[in-house]
T-cell receptor
Framework: DAGVTQSPTHLIKTRGQQVTLRCSPISGHKSVSWYQQVLGQGPQFIFQYYEKEERGRGNFPDRFSARQFPNYSSELNVNALLLGDSALYLC??????????????FGPGTRLTVT | AQKITQTQPGMFVQEKEAVTLDCTYDTSDPSYGLFWYKQPSSGEMIFLIYQGSYDQQNATEGRYSLNFQKARKSANLVISASQLGDSAMYFCAMREHLEGSNYKLTFGKGTLLTVNP
């Protein structure tokens, strides 16, 4: 079975531009979460979606938005890019929302560079 | 808010020896879960081991074991018989409940493990 996939792998944008990152969860997984990992830090939670509804939002500005589609894939959008948005963006999927081990499986990430 | 602390920015170990990576946490939630992930230079986060707050025994997965000391709020990862392929960043994370049954993972800053031949 395929794992979590993300596209594109790498991306270079300039300040002020907009970017869309894509994620496909593991087959059968209905929950998708997005994390931002800046260099030298652990991942920071951005959003969680379950059954196409937003179920959690981290401490990020409104420039960050996301959505989940009927096939459970997800997009993360970032508007008006800043240099500080340069990071590895990780998508994680899980079978359900919470309880027990229910680990999140991570994709390879999209490395965004803002110049 | 929950907090995860990893005090070792970097650790070195000789191949075939054991190594312990430290993790302490802070939470007021009586029910929580602790995870360890490995992140190679490729960037992908790889799940290693899980410990639930109510689990009576320390978790083990192959060469990985979790030394869970609830009273001290520590969840150290022990890697036995280190291999060169174990060289990577290691993150400790806690499951934090959001509204209702939703949750997120809160990560520490990580420990860079280098295994020397």
């Amino acid at each position: 079975d395929a794992g979590v996939t993300q596209s594109p792998t790498h991306l270079i944008k300039t300040r002020g531009q907009q970017v869309t990152l894509r994620c496909s969860p593991i087959s059968g997984h209905k929950s998708v979460s997005w994390y931002q990992q800046v260099l030298g830090q652990g991942p920071q939670f951005i959003f969680q979606y379950y059954e196409k509804e937003e179920r959690g939002r981290g401490n990020f500005p409104d420039r960050f938005s996301a959505r989940q589609f009927p096939n459970y894939s997800s997009e993360l959008n970032v508007n008006a890019l800043l240099l500080g948005d340069s990071a590895l963006y990780l998508c994680a999927s899980s079978a359900r929302l919470a309880g027990g081990q229910n680990e999140q499986y991570f994709g390879p990430g999209t490395r965004l560079t803002v110049t | 808010a929950q907090k995860i602390t990893q005090t070792q920015p970097g650790m070195f170990v000789q191949e075939k020896e054991a190594v312990t990576l430290d993790c302490t946490y802070d939470t007021s939630d009586p029910s929580y879960g602790l995870f360890w992930y490995k992140q190679p230079s490729s960037g992908e986060m790889i799940f290693l081991i899980y410990q639930g707050s109510y689990d009576q025994q320390n978790a083990t997965e192959g060469r990985y074991s979790l030394n869970f000391q609830k009273a001290r709020k520590s969840a150290n990862l022990v890697i036995s018989a280190s291999q060169l392929g174990d060289s990577a960043m290691y993150f400790c994370a806690m499951r934090e409940h959001l509204e209702g049954s939703n949750y997120k993972l809160t990560f520490g800053k990580g420990t860079l493990l280098t295994v020397n031949p």
